[in-house]
């Protein structure tokens, strides 16, 4: 069920991303920001997987929470940290524009 959810925002994301990206400039600046987010999700979540493969049980804490949901929860929190620099970033230049 949390991996599940974790999907589905993730897909949120991509609509949202591409829908303001081909507001901003045109289609290809859209598919280019989900191919980006794509990439950040599929390296992100096989180094995660590989991390949590050295420290915790392929069981996790439970049915609901094995290692792999463990992985993903892990890969959300990263992302959200990385997005929410380059955010700030971008304010930041537009501020000094």
């Known amino acids: ?3 599940l959810f ?3 925002v993730h897909v949120i994301t991509a609509v949202t991303i591409f829908t303001k990206r081909w507001q901003e400039g045109d289609w290809k600046e859209g598919l280019l920001a989900v191919g980006f987010l794509a990439l950040i999700f599929s390296v992100g979540w096989s180094i995660s997987a590989f991390l949590l493969k050295l420290v ?3 069981k ?3 049915p609901w929470f094995d290692r792999d ?3 993903l929860v892990l890969l959300v ?5 990385f997005f929410t620099i380059q955010l700030r970033r971008k304010r930041k230049k537009i501020k000094l524009a």
């Open 60 to 62: 996790g804490f439970g």
């Open 56 to 58: 915790i049980y392929e």
């Open 69 to 71: 949901t463990m992985s």
């Open 77 to 81: 929190i990263m992302e959200s940290i």
């Open 6 to 8: 974790i999907f589905y």
């Open 1 to 3: 069920m949390i991996t």
